[in-house]
């Protein structure tokens, strides 16, 4: 059974850095997608940022250059770093995986629970 367990969020002022981390167990697939996304209120879930098996990425044009997705293989961990952060970064942000090639759409098959990032300005 996979489970995706996020952590790391928080409250941080505008500038700030957070790091988040996705702890995946169950998942022994040698061909993978993970990406992390985000929804705020109101607002259909988007993705922020995604990793191939390979270690291709790819980010939304919103976080390029501030945000960092990497994989810790030998720990099973997906981790956002996420720099200069923007109050329009506040969101719920959750890891995704699947072995489909869905990068930034929302259509992950295995989901966790969610990690809350706010920002203020």
């Known amino acids: 059974q996979v489970q995706l367990v996020e952590s790391g969020g928080g409250s941080v002022q505008a500038g700030g850095s957070l790091r988040l981390s996705c702890a995946a167990s169950g998942y022994t697939y040698s061909s993978y997608y993970m990406g992390w996304f985000r929804q705020a209120p109101g607002k259909e879930r988007e993705g922020v940022a995604a990793i191939d098996s390979d270690g291709k990425r790819s980010y939304a044009d919103s976080v390029e250059g501030r945000f960092t997705i990497s994989q810790d293989n030998t720990k099973n961990t997906l981790v956002l770093q996420m720099n200069s952060l923007k109050p329009e970064d506040t969101a719920m942000y959750y890891c995704?995986?699947?072995?489909?090639?869905?990068?930034?759409?929302?259509?992950?098959?295995?989901w966790g629970q969610g990690t809350q990032v706010t920002v203020s300005s």
């Open positions: 995704g995986a699947d072995t489909v090639d869905w990068w930034l759409l929302p259509k992950y098959k295995y």
